[in-house]
């Protein structure tokens, strides 16, 4: 998927880890993403309606993304808009096309982009090269910014959420100059490119809003 964004600029501090990730999750990936600025609350709905918006496409083995837009407020990212641009898709890529409506909505709501989401309809649910640097173009702007991968075919996980590793994922995709499906080389310190993320969690209580511009 491509890339809108503003320039936002925030500051880091270290916060209290609110960790909705199962414990056996915590220990296939022991290492946790480093704790953030913000908090992140997002609706309970946002991935089941998105998997149910994304259901034609996935039936038909092709992909589907999603924008996730925020608002800030006390330390903590409200997600509160699923923007579904218009897109192009195969059974391994999703790209957004007609970026504007995307930044019209985005800026009309005064919206963080806070993260996306895909599915991956009949892969395994992991962060693919081409995942890989989209989700560098969100962390650049704002270092909360997280990836819902949706893999509703993936029986060990059936979904994930992912952040680059901060700074040795960061820096291996700042360097990296190939586009398309690609190798990264294992950082030199034996960690991983990318993570679970560790400070998101669930609001049953958020206003959640879709945008379908398809
Ligand atoms: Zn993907
Ligand atoms: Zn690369």
């Given at each position: ?190 960690g991983p490119i990318?993570e ?19």
């Amino acid at each position: 998927m491509h890339i809108m964004i503003n320039i936002f600029h925030i500051s880091k501090f270290l916060i209290q880890n609110l960790d909705i990730q199962s414990h056996a999750v915590r220990q296939q990936y022991p290492r946790n993403c480093k704790m953030y600025t913000y908090s992140i609350s997002q609706s309970a709905r946002l991935m089941e309606d998105f998997l149910e918006l994304a259901r034609d496409n996935t039936k038909n083995d092709l992909e589907t993304c999603g924008i996730l837009g925020a608002f800030l407020k006390m330390g903590t990212f409200y997600v509160t808009t699923l923007i579904i641009p218009k897109q192009e898709s195969t059974s391994q890529n999703c790209q957004a096309i007609n970026e504007e409506e995307i930044f019209a909505i985005q800026n009309e709501q005064s919206l963080f982009p806070v993260g996306w989401i895909h599915t991956h309809p009949s892969q395994s649910c992991f962060m693919s090269s081409i995942d890989l640097h989209t989700q560098y173009s969100y962390q650049v702007m704002v270092p909360e910014a997280f990836a819902i991968v949706m893999a509703p075919t993936d029986t060990s996980r059936s979904y994930g959420i992912f952040r680059l590793s901060d700074p040795v994922g960061m820096s291996i995709l700042k360097d990296c100059p190939e586009e398309g499906f690609h190798h990264h080389n294992e950082p030199a310190d034996g960690g991983p490119i990318y993570e679970h993320c560790s400070n998101i969690y669930i609001n049953s209580n958020l206003r959640f809003e879709i945008f379908d511009l398809r």
